[in-house]
């Protein structure tokens, strides 16, 4: 009794799970206001009792059968799922139509001549026929006919599945049951984009509060958070919902449901195998694989490595743009790390890369060479070049597209040095520029020079005289400016063939107003000097003056009409600084990392040689000293805040140079 009860009991349990799962859920769902987890409980117990009674109400019917008869037709009736089982392990061709149809006949086969006689008072005269054109003995029959119905079966089955080919369904199926194979899913593209919008979806059907319980179990499980949206993320989440509705619906109806709010978009020249999935299954099976499987995975280890390690950028696209590759190089030059990208679009990237990298993707070129990128305050150079991948299915006579490769080559180090080259070869320029301008200068600033000394024999007129005087005093200052421009290329050698001396600041910055004011025909601006008097420098006094009339003639072509220039000066216990102020539009950050460099200019075409704050740089950098920028204008000379409506404007130039001391004389 004790034996008897348990088994009743485990078939019942099994049967209503399966009873349910099958039968009851496909012809009926509960709406979505229902507690669904209530609902399936109830209709459980109630076929627990219907399977139950059932069962009793078979055994009083066949009281009086025979119950050996019976156990052996309930185990052929079981056997007519033998050829499917092994059909689907051993078998890859069979199909749904054929196991149907041999599971058809084998059961009437089964049907007439196994239940029918044991239901039946008296076995049907069909039994003893059968036996005797068999010629086999009566009690041998039950045997004979359970053959037969499998002979059956198993023929229908082969036949109907030849002369039906398989669907795209069953094949993969087919692939992914087969012995000794690893599963194989497809990377297909998802309708929905979101975990989220994958719970509502489910909400359709399941009600709110069983979707968000079952999308939240599957998210917890997988480690994933709630605002994933990678592709690959979210088909594996797609797959746990699946598994977890299946233990709860049954796997009939956990698929339908699924397929129906969470379907794939069907695309037969996308759908690839999920190369990031098969690769994480391989790890976690390597200890699994002996014999030519292990070689082969050590082999497929190896050519990885190889790929992660290699000194350039690599990362492979599918034709529906998911990233399936970033390798390590990838991850130095980008700061992008593989586990957080692979899997994803392409659109998904942050930029610049996505624009770099989708824009060259749908390019026809297969390189680009120097691209100027910038990453956040960092400035790099990269170059591109991509190749096709073509399918690797087996069967395809013309092979199609099935993604790309990408590489990055990080050119950053080798542009800095292209431009350390092109500035020094600037500079060498200069050299010959200024050794061919000293030449064609020299000779003509010699005659006016020479007419400047005879006009105090022509005449006696003092005015002439000055103006003679004044005309000399140039003629110097644009030969030192000439000599200046050849020093300029002579790094090391500025000062060795002028004289140091005390020079006043401020004295050289008024001369400097003085002159920029004898251009009767440019800007009128203001310009207020409140150097210090009692500020001294040692160096070279016509240099100094050339530093300010560069700077303060910058300061007004770059400042509004009626605008205002300002000189100020502060002393330090080594050394003296002055800045000169303009109300200008301000000079950009890119300008300003090359604002010193030759030949380069922020003015129009032909308003601007590219030289005179390369000139000034160079010379205050003979003094000893040192120069700065600051634009706009945050703060002012005493480091006090500005107004907040002044601080988007005006430049800042700083010049900090040796303090003259009296016991310093002695050098001049």
Known sequence: LSAASGTIIVITLALASMCLNHLVLPLYRPSNNQDIYRWLLWARRILIITIISAGYLFFYIIKDGDLTGLGFAAFSATLQFLPGVLAVLYWPPANRIGFLSG????????????????????????????SSLLGAHRDSYWNLA?????????????????????????????????QDTLSRPMREELAIHSPLEMQEQLAKTLGKTTAEREVEKALSALKLSHNESRPYALRRLRDRVEANLSGLLGPSLAMDLVNRHLPYITDDQHAREDIYLIENRLENYQNNLTGLAAELDSLRRFHRQTLQNLPIGVCSLGNDRELLMWNNA???????????????????????????????????????????????QQTRWVSLHKTSLEQSSLGKQNPKQDGQIILLEDLTETQFL????????????????????????????????????????????????????EILAQTK????????????????????????????????????????????????????????????????????????INLLGNARDASPEDSTITLESRSEEFSITFCITDQGSGISKEAQE??????????????????????????????????SIESPVKTSFDGENLAQEHQQQGTRFSIKLPRHEEHEQSHS
């Open 146 to 178: 359970a053959l037969f119905s499998l002979a059956a079966n198993i023929l229908v089955f082969g036949f109907a599945s030849f002369i039906k080919e398989p669907s795209k369904e069953e094949s993969n199926a087919a692939e992914l049951c087969s």
């Open 594 to 627: 090359k604002i010193f460099e030759p030949f380069f200019t922020t003015k129009e075409p032909g308003q601007g040689t590219g030289l005179g704050l390369a000139l000034v740089y160079s010379i205050v950098e003979d003094h000893n000293g040192h120069i």
């Open 103 to 130: 599971l058809a006949t084998g059961y009437s086969i089964w049907f007439i001549t196994l239940l029918l006689p044991i239901l039946s008072e008296t076995p049907p005269q069909y039994v003893d026929s059968i």
């Open 418 to 469: 292209e431009d350390e080259l092109i500035h020094n070869e600037r500079l060498a320029s200069i050299g010959r520029l200024a050794a061919g301008v000293a030449h064609e200068i020299g000779n003509p600033i010699t005659g006016i020079a020479c007419l400047a000394q005879n006009l105090r024999y022509d005449t006696k007129d003092p005015i002439i005289h000055q103006t003679g005087e």
């Open 477 to 548: 200052r644009v030969t030192r400016i000439v000599q200046s421009l050849v020093n300029f290329s002579h790094s090391g050698s500025h000062l060795q063939d002028h004289v140091l001396e005390q020079v006043n600041i401020a004295s050289c910055a008024e001369e400097a107003i003085n002159l920029l004011n004898l251009n009767k025909d440019s800007k009128r601006v203001n310009f207020n000097n409140y150097i210090d008097p009692e500020h001294n420098t040692i160096g070279d006094a016509q240099r100094i003056l050339q530093v300010f």
């Open 330 to 376: 990838m991850e130095q030059l980008t700061d992008i790390s593989s586990e957080d990208i692979i899997g994803s679009h392409l659109d998904n990237l942050p930029q610049p890369w996505q624009s770099l990298l989708s824009d060259f993707a749908n390019e026809p070129a297969a390189h680009l060479h120097k691209q100027k990128i910038q990453d956040g």
